[in-house]
């Protein structure tokens, strides 16, 4: 009999923390237990999951993680700095989806179908990669061992759900306001996002890429253990709810053909290439939201560089970028037996 363990969702009340109790319960994650928690201005919210059971909210201090033995935290880096000390303290795993920790060198940064092994090496900390990252080095992995990468392009197209629920609902109104003719005011951007793509995700760091470039940068090398892999990002913003899109180039080391790269992709576990232009078949946010795999098409060679190929990647971003992936790792976690931050 599988090991029962209670769980905790941090952020409970933002999109991921809902679709983490979604997703907690469509696998039967072996809970004996499961606390939301938030902050002050939610506490006392009552939450019903899919299955019809209610939770109400409590508040996200640290008396909230006693006898907690895995916290699924999607609040933000500042929360998950502050709780991950008091949670490790009384004895439980953060599996973290904020950029808090990704970057430590002595925290494990998984995808599970990646680089699963790492969990193992963990001192209470599990980092989620961040919802580009996450859905590109599945793709990669399989490649990377068979044909050694040598060099990655990446451009992301990227929803609004990635900066939450209020750039959600600004998308909407401004949407609705632009049709109408009528000027309105934007918060969650930079710039208006209706009928726009805004060529920025984060703040300019000082060598003109955004923090999110970098952290797709940072964080493939890190899960594919290729500290030097050459790769450059550029990261977009788009009107999409949910869903994030990647045009993606690939130069290998050695000679490549299409059926051996397709062949590869097939075998990838929770890949599904998507990849027929004849009948004009290939991956859409709009078709892939709500699903679980990463979706790959218009696989083609580039002509204008040897051993090099494109393809077109999207995937749910809530989902393989956020709570899925993390409800995997904790799966992992419990498969593994990796010790709990009590015994280390």
Not at 170 to 175: G, I, K, N, R, V
Request: net charge neutral; aromatic share 6%; with cysteine.
């Amino acid at each position: 009999m599988q090991e029962q363990v209670n769980v905790a969702i941090l952020g409970a009340t933002g999109n991921v923390g809902r679709l983490l109790l979604e997703i907690l319960e469509e696998r039967n994650f072996p809970a004996k237990s499961i606390k939301l928690l938030a902050s002050p201005r939610s506490v006392g919210m009552i939450i019903t999951s899919p299955k019809n059971k209610s939770y109400t909210v409590e508040l996200a201090c640290p008396e909230a993680f006693d006898g907690i033995d895995i916290v699924f935290a999607s609040a933000g880096a500042k929360v998950s700095q502050e709780l991950a000390p008091e949670i490790i303290k009384r004895g439980g795993v953060i599996i973290d989806n904020s950029s808090a920790f990704r970057m430590q060198e002595d925290v494990p940064l998984v995808v599970p179908q990646v680089n699963g092994e790492d969990i193992a090496k963990h001192k209470g900390i599990i980092a989620n990669p961040n919802c580009s990252t996450a859905p590109l080095v599945l793709a990669l992995k399989k490649l990377d061992e068979k044909f050694k990468v040598k060099r990655v392009v990446v451009s992301t197209y990227q929803s609004v759900s990635g900066a939450g629920k209020e750039a959600m609902d600004e998308l909407t109104l401004a949407s609705q306001k632009s049709l109408e003719g009528k000027s309105h005011d934007y918060k969650a951007f930079v710039h208006p996002i209706a009928f726009n793509l805004i060529p920025q995700i984060d703040v300019f760091t000082d060598n003109g890429y955004t923090k999110e470039e970098m952290k797709l940068i940072n964080e493939s090398r890190k899960m594919l253990h290729r500290p030097d892999l050459a790769i450059t990002c550029t990261a977009v913003r788009v009107p999409v709810f949910i869903s994030h899109s990647e045009s993606v180039n690939v130069e290998f080391a050695s000679n490549v053909n299409l059926e051996d790269i397709k062949k590869t992709l097939v075998e990838t576990p929770d890949l599904v290439l998507e990849d027929n232009i004849k009948e004009k078949i290939y991956p859409m946010p709009a078709m892939v939201a709500g699903k679980d795999p990463v979706y790959v098409g218009r696989l083609r060679l580039d002509e204008s560089q040897a051993n090099t190929i494109n393809f077109w990647l999207v995937s749910d971003n809530l989902r393989i970028g956020a709570a899925l992936n993390a409800v995997k790792i904790g799966e992992e976690l419990l498969k593994i037996r990796a010790p709990l931050a009590k015994t280390l």
